[in-house]
């Protein structure tokens, strides 16, 4: 057991007292405590850049001892860990929300990666593929230890994370945002590994915004708010036990005031064009970019008009990412037919130039990868998709530029010290926000929003909607796209669902509700399709 004392049950495994993380002059914790006791899922959960995951790096290694004030005890023992393998020698392992795999190794060479078997310097690859199925069998994954991780979903690839954690004899593991990118089946599954780990007496730090998830499984939850402990709630007496605490008491803990409304209220457009039909999607047809047999939007059609919040919902691979992707120049996919209107005007949209020119407009669900760089600042990121209107003669006008971004940066509520703060230091939330920000600057008239709340906190959620709110109000037109049906049902005049890549459903928001969705999403495709005919 590395060391670690055999604790009773309620008994603190960690304690963290006085942990205070300064960047610069900007502090990011300030006196943190924290105590976790053996075998509990204790949930750490606040707003955006409250400082849930730099507490983590500094329990975990990732911020060495030196690097911040207060004290670590863990097993009763004070800890000053130089590193993340320091950390993990007394059991102590971190899966962030980024995962830490190679895609190109094997499942078994991930989970051994850095903690290989070997012998006199050979690695025993009898022995690896043995103990990695051992492993994949206690987090319920029936995958052949030889499978490549590029060829898993998200999905597993979070339970090899978990099996390499377990492969090191972990004593505390922490999850990062565990569920984010998961659907709700692969969440579940998760989350039901978690608890029979807790049963096993590991304890869990679990880091997550999904106050669902946190009452359902966690069993005390401290609250962190601009670097400070707020408060530690026990939510439930024993494991299996209902949670004591409801939703509304830990979100006022979050964001320091209660939100007597979970959406903002809405402000309806009453201009000369109010209703006029803004985006037409009309049996809109296109194959896998790979496969091209294979039909991944099958003649879908709907409608925004001028003022209106469209939702659009469906489970994972139902096609809502792949139609809105290609639809926006068609960036996903082979078209193979269907027409787009934007105004009533038939519009043929090749490229992503030509889409945004058209006042179309796309955030995408992947902001890291697709969305922004990471590595430049909030005022290039804002100005990325407009600098054709801030330029002259050919030449981007700084000045301007600037005024923009802080003109946005305010408007938006972006946490950042300056515009010139490079985008990877912001948190996600702040992020989201600067995705979003790049677009509004283009001045677009249609705007289609995937997964825009995603990996946020009830706060920040709280301020995009109202930013969604507003474009509606100004008379823009909105795709919503959303795996959450409540921000669907919250936020939307209207909703389709889809399923197999098709349209199957239309509601108004008066007859919309979780089931009636649910119900049109799970619908059965037909066991036999038109092939399409391509278009030019």
Not at 133 to 151: H, I, K, M, N, Q
């Amino acid at each position: 057991m590395s060391g670690l004392k055999v604790m009773r049950a309620d008994t603190p495994v960690l304690e963290m007292h006085g942990i205070t993380k300064k960047f610069g002059g900007v502090t990011a914790l300030d006196g943190v405590r924290l105590s976790v006791r053996a075998g509990e899922i204790h949930a750490v959960c606040g707003e955006n850049g409250a400082g849930k995951s730099t507490l983590m790096k500094v329990l975990s290694g990732v911020y060495p001892h030196g690097s911040y004030a207060g004290e670590i005890r863990f097993g009763g023992e004070r800890c000053a860990f130089g590193d993340v393998r320091a950390g993990e020698r007394r059991g102590i392992v971190i899966v962030h929300q980024e995962l830490a795999l190679v895609p190109c190794l094997s499942v078994a060479e991930n989970i051994f990666l850095g903690n290989e078997r070997a012998r006199r310097g050979v690695i025993g690859r009898y022995e690896t593929l043995r103990q990695a199925s051992a492993l994949l069998a206690r987090v319920g994954l029936a995958e052949d230890p030889r499978t490549r991780v590029a060829d898993l979903g998200v999905g597993k690839q979070q339970l090899v994370e978990i099996a390499k954690a377990l492969a090191k004899d972990v004593r505390l593991l922490i999850l990062d945002e565990p569920t984010a990118a998961l659907n709700d089946a692969d969440s579940d599954h998760l989350l039901d590994l978690v608890c029979r780990l807790r049963d096993q007496g590991v304890a869990c730090v679990l880091i997550s915004h999904k106050l669902g998830e946190i009452r359902r499984v966690a069993d005390r939850v401290t609250v962190l708010r601009d670097g400070r402990t707020v408060e530690t709630f026990t939510v439930r007496d024993r494991p299996g036990a209902a949670p004591s605490v409801p939703e509304e008491r830990i979100i006022r803990a979050m964001v320091g005031r209660d939100l007597d409304h979970r959406f903002p209220p809405r402000t309806r457009y009453e201009g000369p064009d109010a209703g006029a039909p803004a985006l037409a999607v009309e049996r809109w047809t296109v194959r896998h970019p790979v496969d091209h047999r294979r039909t991944v939007v099958d003649g879908a059609s709907l409608h925004v008009r001028r003022g209106e919040i469209v939702g659009l919902a469906g489970l994972v691979g139902a096609g809502r990412t792949e139609l809105a992707m290609s639809v926006f120049g068609r960036s996903y996919g082979r078209y193979a037919g269907g027409t787009v209107r934007l105004g009533g005007r038939p519009v043929v949209l090749r490229t992503v130039p030509q889409a945004v020119a058209s006042g179309l407009a796309y955030v995408t669900e992947d902001r890291k990868t697709y969305g922004l760089d990471l590595l430049d600042t909030v005022h290039r990121n804002l100005s990325l998709a407009a600098l054709s209107g801030l330029a002259r003669r050919g030449v981007v006008d700084r000045h301007a530029e600037r005024r923009a971004a802080e003109e946005l940066r305010t408007s938006l509520g972006i946490r950042s010290r300056t515009v010139f703060e490079p985008v990877g230091r912001l948190s996600g939330g702040n992020q989201q926000k600067v995705l979003l920000g790049k677009w509004l600057l283009a001045g677009p008239e249609v705007l289609i929003l995937d997964e825009p709340t995603r990996g946020v906190d009830v706060g920040a959620k709280y301020e995009i909607h109202a930013v969604i709110g507003q474009l509606a109000a100004r008379g823009k037109a909105v795709l919503l796209i959303s795996s959450e049906l409540p921000e669907l049902l919250g936020l939307c005049d209207r909703l389709y669902t889809m399923a197999a890549g098709r349209v199957t459903g239309e509601l108004p928001r008066a007859r919309a509700s979780q089931e009636a969705l649910m119900r049109l999403m799970t619908v059965e495709p037909p066991t036999t399709r038109p092939s399409p005919t391509d278009e030019s």
